[in-house]
């Protein structure tokens, strides 16, 4: 084992969108940076190969945070490496697609499954993460939830239901777990593939449209931007924890009311 001068961080699910993004940023403000994805091992690794360019150390590791050894053994195999861990970005998050009134369309495994990728798997990987991150100056966990968390209005219920007890599983543990900074994001509409495989081409491009219309900062975020609150939550806001900040444009505060 080495220990690194640089700080380390783990982020999940970083194969592509928000995660690759912010492992590329990281990287290039001086962080050696854990990246794990549950199947994209060649987009991983693409990743990997770009943060190593900009001067950081990487490790790729193949892991479904849903299985709690997976979360012990990410964890493991990063401290192994580098000796600290200052980051955790839970990013890692999955959905089905179902449209809110089709109660028929989910089942009670489809519930399981979602909670225990996008609420369950942060969990877990804090716990296993919480003994390195309390010897770091700065550190810091951000966990990426979703506007449908906020709203209930999403891919699915069982998705918003999974980002809405992320939310608050946030406030109880920055609570609990100072000087360990514990925040939220929650991205509205990202523009990127995986929305775009999940609604289907025309499907996307309508929902961004109509999305874009009803904001009221006309707009759809990136990848890049949602990347940059990360950044801003890890190295920046040292007087922040238990917050959920959102990034939707100002969606979640409705239409204009008509005056009478």
């Given at each position: 084992?080495?220990h ?9 699910g970083?194969?592509r969108g928000?995660?690759a993004?912010t492992?590329v940023?990281?990287a290039?403000?001086g962080w ?5 994805c549950?199947?994209?091992e060649?987009?991983a ?7 190593q360019?900009?001067?950081?150390e990487t ?5 479904d945070v849903s299985e ?12 192994q490496k ?10 890692a ?6 449209a809110h009134?089709?109660l028929a369309?989910l ?5 399981l499954r979602?909670y ?10 804090l716990k296993e ?12 966990v951000?966990?990426?939830?979703s ?5 209930g ?13 992320l939310?608050n ?7 609990a777990?100072g000087?360990?900074?514990v925040?939220?994001?929650c991205?509205?509409?990202i523009q ?14 309508m929902v961004?449209e109509?999305?874009?219309k009803a904001?009221p900062?006309g707009?759809?975020?990136?990848a ?7 950044i801003?939550?890890?190295?920046d ?6 917050e959920t900040?959102?990034?939707d444009g ?6 204009p009311?008509?005056?009478?």
């Amino acid at each position: 084992m080495t220990h690194s001068d640089k700080p380390v961080a783990i982020v999940t699910g970083s194969s592509r969108g928000v995660g690759a993004s912010t492992a590329v940023k990281l990287a290039s403000r001086g962080w050696n940076v854990t990246i794990t994805c549950s199947s994209s091992e060649k987009a991983a690794m693409e990743v990997s190969e770009e943060c190593q360019k900009l001067g950081a150390e990487t490790l790729v590791i193949q892991s479904d945070v849903s299985e709690e050894k997976n979360c012990h053994d990410v964890v493991l195999e990063t401290t192994q490496k580098w000796g600290r861990l200052d980051a955790l970005i839970n990013n890692a998050g999955t959905t089905k697609f179902n449209a809110h009134e089709n109660l028929a369309g989910l089942t009670s495994e489809d519930f399981l499954r979602l909670y225990s990728v996008n609420t369950v798997g942060p969990y877990m990987m804090l716990k296993e993460a919480q003994a390195f991150l309390l010897k770091s100056p700065n550190p810091s966990v951000v966990n990426v939830g979703s506007i449908a968390g906020v709203t209930g209005i999403g891919s699915s219920i069982a998705y918003a239901s999974s980002k809405g007890a992320l939310l608050n599983m946030t406030k109880s543990l920055a609570r609990a777990l100072g000087p360990i900074r514990v925040n939220a994001i929650c991205p509205g509409f990202i523009q990127g593939d995986w929305l775009r495989n999940g609604l289907g081409d025309e499907v996307y491009e309508m929902v961004k449209e109509s999305t874009e219309k009803a904001t009221p900062l006309g707009l759809t975020v990136t990848a890049d931007q949602v990347a940059d609150s990360i950044i801003y939550f890890v190295e920046d806001a040292v007087t922040t924890t238990g917050e959920t900040l959102l990034l939707d444009g100002g969606m979640h505060l409705g239409g204009p009311v008509p005056l009478k």
